[in-house]
């Protein structure tokens, strides 16, 4: 319930304690923001693979309108791999028909990690190299080519680094980041 009333407060700033009520004014809600501003609302559900079933369904529900013609709103669910299992199993394959795109990030290469991890230094304002190629392959192996774990990994190499005043950082770097992921 909680979930809902969350939705209704950001949508109508107010939440009804009924579940039937919290999903009428859900629906109410986007459909005055679209009479109001001729704007097609978006709503986005970041770490949906953390939904239960039951938050499918009733997402089904409150985005069941009179038409199955036109979208009062677009719903975008972003989440991690499980997310994309979650919506294929049987009993979600009414909502995942629903979903008009579907994107998944596959993992990067090794020369997509090197550039990643180049293209977020230069826009820190780094423009020489931090890492050295041994320290490159070794974030990449250890984080396959995810690049939310090359984050941490680069984050957790980069301060290692700081603390022993480095200039070029190695793969002895990021195995010592990585015992602590």
């Known amino acids: 319930m909680d979930?809902?009333?969350?939705?209704?407060?950001?949508l109508a700033g107010q939440a009804p304690w009924?579940?039937?009520?919290?999903?009428?004014?859900?629906?109410?809600?986007?459909?005055?923001?679209?009479s109001n501003n001729k704007k097609l609302p978006i709503i986005i559900f970041?770490?949906?693979?953390?939904?239960?079933?039951?938050?499918?369904?009733?997402?089904?529900?409150?985005?069941?309108?009179?038409?199955?013609?036109?979208?009062?709103?677009?719903?975008?669910l972003a989440g991690q791999?499980?997310?994309?299992?979650?919506?294929?199993?049987?009993?979600?394959?009414?909502?995942?028909?629903?979903?008009?795109?579907?994107?998944?990030?596959?993992?990067?290469?090794?020369e997509e990690t090197q550039h990643y991890i180049n293209h977020q230094l230069a826009l820190a304002g780094k423009?020489?190299?931090?890492?050295?190629?041994?320290?490159?392959?070794?974030?990449?192996?250890?984080?396959?080519?995810t690049p939310r774990i090359i984050n941490t990994l680069v984050i957790k190499c980069l301060t290692l680094g700081a603390l022993e005043k480095k200039e070029l950082l190695t793969q002895e770097e990021v195995y010592c980041a990585s015992r602590e992921l």
């Open 46 to 76: 970041d770490e949906a693979h953390l939904l239960k079933h039951d938050n499918f369904y009733e997402l089904q529900i409150i985005s069941n309108f009179e038409m199955d013609s036109r979208d009062p709103a677009l719903f975008i």
């Open 127 to 145: 423009k020489e190299p931090l890492f050295d190629q041994s320290a490159i392959e070794a974030i990449y192996k250890n984080s396959v080519g």
């Open 18 to 34: 009924k579940k039937t009520e919290i999903f009428i004014c859900i629906q109410n809600s986007i459909k005055d923001y679209i």
């Open 3 to 10: 979930f809902y009333r969350q939705l209704a407060i950001a």
């Open 81 to 110: 791999p499980h997310l994309r299992d979650k919506l294929l199993s049987p009993i979600h394959q009414s909502f995942n028909q629903r979903i008009a795109l579907k994107f998944h990030l596959t993992h990067l290469s090794k």
